[in-house]
Structure formats: C-alpha cells, structure tokens
C-alpha cells in the first residue's frame, strides 16, 4: 500500500500563475516532509520541507503547507517560471529516521 | 564542489552478471542511502546506513548488498543480475538521520538484458 500518493501525474500552468501541486499520505506517524524537484538526468534536489508541527513554511516563491488531521500537503510556487518546469516528488520521513518514503511525482510544465 | 559522486553513469549487463556501483559524498555526512526509480514512479529505498558501520535494509532489499566502506563511500552491489533490477539508481546522503534533507547523485542507468 502506498504511503505517499501525489495523485496528478501532471500539470500545466502559465507563466506568472500559481502552480499548486498536492501529496497524501496516510502513515500518521510521518512527522518530517520534504519536496524535491527533478529535471531530467540529475538527481533529485531538495526544495522545501515542513516539520509535523507547523502548518506552514516558506522560502521565496515557494510555500508548503500541512493539513495534519486531512493528511495532506501542498507546494505553492507563486509565480511560477519555465525553469520551474521539472517532476516534483513528495517524500515523507517518521520518528528522526532520516529515510524517507517518496509519492511517484508530479510533472509540472510551465508554458511561457 | 562535488557533494555526492557516483560511478558508473551508464552500465549494461547480461542476465547472471554482477556488478558494484559506486557512491562517495565529500560534505562529511554520517547518512547514506540507495534509491532505484522506475519509469512513471517515485523512489524506493534500497538499503541505508545511518552511520559509519551500520547498514540497514530498505524497502525494496531483495537481490542487493551494501557496504559502508567508510564515512564517505556506500557501494551497493547486485550480486546476480536480473532484467526486474533495470531501473535508475540513485545514492544520497544527508548530514545525519535526522529532521535534514538528502543531497542525490545524479544517478546511474542500469539495464539487465
């Protein structure tokens, strides 16, 4: 069963609009969340995280916030940029184990 | 600024064959990990060390081994190579297994024949 779930295989937005993209999950014991963007052939890079007691952090463009009773999460990039355009993946960690379970991504292609 | 090496970037291998791919990070970090990505998924844990001399299975350890050679390296190793082990491998680290976000390699294509 899976237990990070971004549920948009995809999606496209306009230069200058806000992109929102979102990730379920259903372990409660998942208590640190990180979203990673990709591009093609690089690894994975670290974006922006959010501890299970806030319900909300930013850094620059982007946003994440925590909906703990609905186990959800979403990332706001606002505005979004075409070298924003990348596969955005959820990933949540439980208990300071530092490993973390990854949703299967969202691409997110921003058209100028 | 190197952060997480791995080598090789491409490898093809033959039913049966095996072979080690090779991780080492330069920022000093006590964790370590290995992730394989299959095509339309998200990454799936290998095998992790969270310190020097301990390894610890992941969520997806079947035909694999690992090695925590020292701080900086973790190999991982297929043992017998099979064509379901096809797939992108990427080793991270991060500064310890804490609250603390991984730094990726940028990862080595395998395919099984």
């Known amino acids: 069963d899976q237990q990070v779930k971004q549920n948009s295989p995809s999606l496209s937005v306009q230069e200058g609009r806000i992109s929102i993209l979102n990730c379920d999950y259903t372990n409660s014991m998942f208590d640190y969340f990180l979203w990673y963007k990709k591009y093609p052939a690089e690894g994975p890079t670290f974006l922006i995280s959010?501890?299970?007691?806030?319900d909300k952090n930013e850094d620059g463009r982007f946003t994440v916030f925590l909906n703990k009773s609905a186990k959800h999460l979403s990332l706001h990039i606002v505005p979004s940029q075409p070298g924003d355009s990348a596969v955005y993946f959820c990933?949540?960690?439980?208990?300071?184990?530092?490993?973390?379970?990854f949703g299967d991504g969202t691409t997110l292609t921003v058209k100028p | 600024n190197a952060g997480v090496t791995q080598t090789p970037k491409f490898q093809v291998l033959k039913t049966g064959q095996s072979m080690t791919l090779q991780c080492a990070q330069d920022?000093?970090?006590?964790?370590m990990y290995w992730y394989r990505q299959d095509p339309g998924m998200g990454l799936r844990l290998i095998y992790y060390s969270a310190s020097e001399g301990t390894t610890d299975k992941g969520e997806v350890p079947n035909g694999y081994n690992v090695s925590r050679l020292n701080k900086r390296e973790f190999s991982l190793r297929l043992e017998s190579a099979a064509p379901s082990q096809t797939s992108v491998y990427f080793c991270a680290s991060s500064l310890d297994r804490g609250y603390t976000e991984a730094f990726f390699g940028q990862g080595t294509r395998l395919t099984v024949v």
């Open positions: 959010i501890s299970s007691i806030k």
């Open positions: 920022m000093n970090h006590n964790s």
């Open positions: 990933a949540a960690s439980e208990n300071n184990a530092g490993k973390s379970t």
